[in-house]
């Protein structure tokens, strides 16, 4: 059996954890948004699964009218800075643009941050609050689904308690994505932009332990949202598996995140300086795991895909990203054992076309895919999930559960996707629990 081990030197050259993507200036902005052709129809519009109303925002933007495009965007997204960074453009709106057939595409998404960046700095608009009078509504989790549901509700009149188990809101935002490609200060920006439409969040509060949903129906909540997403990350069993040095990569990120923020010490963090790393999965969370154990001083980072290189659940911007920053493939590997010596991790056999070898690394993050935590449905009574821990939910009303009153949406309901197809889940259950509640009411009353 073949042992290959890294022979490269590790580079002092430091990758920071500064915003890759400055964005652009505001001249830099309004040039941009007079290159759109204004198309009378607008394939951008169709292709944003939250359906954004792309070139009235960027029509305004061509004017200089920054204001008015923020307004345009808010009708529709409660989230924009996030989403100008880190959604998937050229899948969607960018993907769909007319002059992207000529390699002209307009960048919508860093339009749309732009708007976002320049409202949040210059304060030029406020949303209004409206009176919290149609109903009282519960939300579980403050990742992209809780925070959609939440800010949609309360421009509609709701009253709307967020409940987040860690000590502030974000979810995934904040400890999934690293500061690279989503600055925390960001997020802040945008829940505190939620908070000031009149939404409450209940921090450090574990739902199914802390509070459980029957509790929250006898203090008066007329619904519940669940966006919890997908909280167990997925393990990979094989011999070896009890020795030190496998961590899950959203464990990892988390770590990096905490310790960026000065909450956790450096020890803390189970990246060190100078380790070889293996990463074994080829999605977004395993580019942004593998880009910041480079970060964090590794001397080489591998990932190791059992497909092929056109096979990658990764965005094209994220893998390639990597690839420039020093991340090395390892393409059609199946991991098939995990090498130790006295109980540590010293590589990993893998099986290719050619055979088997063994990979050397003291580290292996594991980014396999993730699944439903069963804390909240476990401690509830008439929630159902299909044999792999998803909630189901129904059509009418929209995203409710098979309990009267508790709805459901985003990746707790279905496979893990990105922010704005989480999004796009949450804005059709808010209408389902507006109509729920509406309805509850006029029974109630008759």
Known sequence: MMIINSNSNFDEKELTFDEIDL?????EAIAEARRCLNCAKPHCRTGCPIENNIPAFIQALSKGNIGEAREIIAERSNLPAVCGRVCPHEKQCEGHCVLAKKQQGIN???LERFIA???AEMHLSKDKMPAKTKGKVAVVGSGPAGLTVA???AKKGFNVVVFEAESEPGGVLLYGIPEYRLP???????TERIACLGVTFMSNCLVGETITLDQMFEQGFDAIFIGTGTALARDLILPGREQQGIVQAAYFLRTATLYNEGKIDRKEVPVNRGDEVL???????AMDAARTALRLGASKVTVVYRRLESEITALRAEYEGAVAEGVTFRWQTSPTRFVGKNGVITGLEVTTTEGKSILAANKILLAIGSRPAARIVSTTTGIEVNPAGYVLTKDRPYGMTTRKGV???????HQPATVVLAMKEAKLVAKGIEAYVEAKKLLDEC
């Open 117 to 119: 960046d320049f409202d």
């Open 279 to 285: 990463l074994i999965g080829a999605g977004n969370v």
């Open 407 to 413: 709805f459901a949406g985003g990746d707790v309901v």
């Open 108 to 110: 919508i998404g860093k």
């Open 184 to 190: 925390k200060e960001v997020v802040r920006q945008e």
């Open 23 to 27: 964005g652009f200036t505001t001249k």
């Open 151 to 153: 800010g949609d509700l």
